[in-house]
């Protein structure tokens, strides 16, 4: 799945040797024995985040963005239910950290979301703001998930 602005359609090119790079990772390595943590696929131009957690009500799951990277966000296994709103629509409640890659947004008054289950994965780029880590209609959830950042 891939969700965007049909202005963003021709911007990135989503099959880029580092898009591929990252699809590589994902389909060639057992995910589910990978620690939490950092792991490393093409140095600070293709990285894997491996993370673990219980999905949280919406209050807890802030919308985020990125400037430098695009999220690969894969869902190896659990489920959550991951919001997307363009960036230009919604409200910083923070200041851009540069050092983290990282702007946290006011939760907006509408937004989009899909529900990823175990294998699915979502691709954001910069000009769109998400919200991971959210409990679906279900509850609570333990997910493990790996977020492949690509570097613009």
């Given amino acids: 799945m891939l969700t965007t602005n049909i202005t963003l359609a021709e911007k990135y090119d989503y099959l880029s040797d580092k ?3 990252a699809f590589t990772f994902l389909r060639e ?3 589910a024995s990978l620690p939490i943590g950092r792991t490393e696929i093409d140095g600070d131009e293709v990285y894997a985040s491996v993370q673990s957690y219980t999905t949280m009500t ?3 799951c802030a919308f985020e963005s990125h ?6 966000q894969y869902v190896v ?3 959550e239910c991951f919001g997307y709103e363009p960036v230009k629509n919604l409200t910083p409640s923070m200041d851009y950290d540069a050092e983290r890659d990282l702007i946290f947004y006011n939760e907006p008054d509408d937004a989009g979301s899909v529900i990823l289950k175990a294998g699915d994965f979502a691709i954001v780029p910069p000009e769109d703001g998400h919200a991971p880590r959210r409990m679906t209609k279900n509850g609570p959830c333990p997910v493990k998930k790996i977020v492949v950042k690509v570097k613009l």
């Fill in 77 to 79: 296994e659990g489920e």
């Fill in 58 to 60: 919406v209050e807890e």
């Fill in 19 to 21: 898009f591929k790079k």
């Fill in 29 to 31: 390595t057992d995910l």
């Fill in 67 to 72: 400037l430098e990277y695009f999220d690969v």
